[in-house]
């Protein structure tokens, strides 16, 4: 075989490279910004989340839930977060962002985040930052 044809045969073989920066879906990764909201009084918050793809995140709220920094597991609509962050014990840790939550994509940059526990539900609507 002349080497002509290797060549050939080795640039056919080529995968196809894109441009194209969409996110797989269900991929969580990414810094995210949107909004917390509480059933039951609380008014909402905004909020920023990066989940790091070592399945790490640190993130911050204007005034609640406390985020922080941790760990992350993704289990396909379950989402475990293990938050690392020392807390004083004057405020209501149910506010911390920490535990099992439910997660659904709801668009290629958007998610939803929630738990409920007995009539109160815990609300995330974030959406990805992307460049432009």
């Given amino acids: 075989m002349s080497l002509v044809a290797l060549v050939l045969i080795l640039a056919a073989c080529e995968k196809e490279k894109t441009n194209d920066t969409t996110p797989p879906e269900n991929n969580l990764y990414g810094r995210y ?10 008014d909402s918050a905004q909020v920023n ?8 995140f640190e993130g911050n709220s204007s005034r ?3 985020i922080c920094s941790g760990s992350f597991q993704q289990d396909d609509s379950v989402l475990t977060v293990n ?7 004057d405020f209501d840790w149910t506010l911390i962002f920490d535990g099992t939550y439910n997660i659904s ?19 995330y609507l974030l959406n990805r930052f992307t460049r432009n």
């Fill in 105 to 123: 994509f709801t668009g290629v940059n958007s998610v939803r985040i929630w738990r409920t526990n007995g009539t109160i539900t815990d609300e």
């Fill in 33 to 42: 910004g949107g909004t917390f909201y509480r059933t039951g009084g609380l």
């Fill in 83 to 89: 938050d690392t962050c020392t807390w004083t014990a």
């Fill in 64 to 66: 609640y839930p406390a």
């Fill in 49 to 56: 989340i990066l989940f790091k793809n070592d399945n790490t």
